[in-house]
């Protein structure tokens, strides 16, 4: 009996261990570099369904990962960013496209934004 609880102690002992070294997710929190008033580029990758030619946006990006994106197109969209590590974030955001009248057609943005010069 006393074997099979020191084996048990010892499964606890090394599950704590790696718990502790392994990197926290950092989902939401973005820090303080990229927090901030952004002007964002990029390209779409071509596809069939959306616009493939190049924008540029503003954005707002809160220290907690809350994403403000301000399309001269097409209006304000809002979601989140966080971080995947070294310089790259990930980014998503939702919108709508007024077509008319109480019609409005909602758009997702998904994408990643590398960091640079800061």
């Known amino acids: 009996?006393?074997?099979?609880?020191?084996?048990?102690?010892?499964?606890?002992?090394?599950?704590?261990?790696?718990?502790?070294?392994?990197?926290?997710?950092n989902a939401g929190w973005v820090g303080p570099k990229l927090a901030g008033a952004w002007e964002i580029v990029g390209t779409p990758e071509?596809?069939?369904?959306?616009?493939s030619n190049p924008f540029t946006n503003v954005s707002t990006i809160s220290i907690d990962g809350t994403f403000t994106n301000v399309d001269p197109d097409v209006g304000t969209a809002?979601?989140?960013?966080y971080?995947?590590?070294?310089?790259?974030?990930?980014?998503?955001?939702?919108?709508?496209?007024?077509?008319?009248p109480g019609v409005a057609l909602r758009y997702?943005?998904?994408?990643?934004?590398?960091?640079?010069?800061?």
């Open 108 to 118: 997702e943005v998904q994408g990643t934004l590398k960091l640079l010069n800061r």
């Open 78 to 81: 809002v979601g989140e960013s």
């Open 83 to 100: 971080r995947l590590g070294g310089r790259k974030y990930a980014v998503g955001f939702f919108g709508f496209i007024p077509l008319g």
């Open 1 to 25: 009996m006393k074997r099979l609880t020191q084996k048990w102690a010892a499964v606890l002992l090394v599950t704590v261990v790696t718990m502790l070294g392994t990197a926290q997710a």
């Open 46 to 51: 071509p596809s069939a369904c959306g616009p």
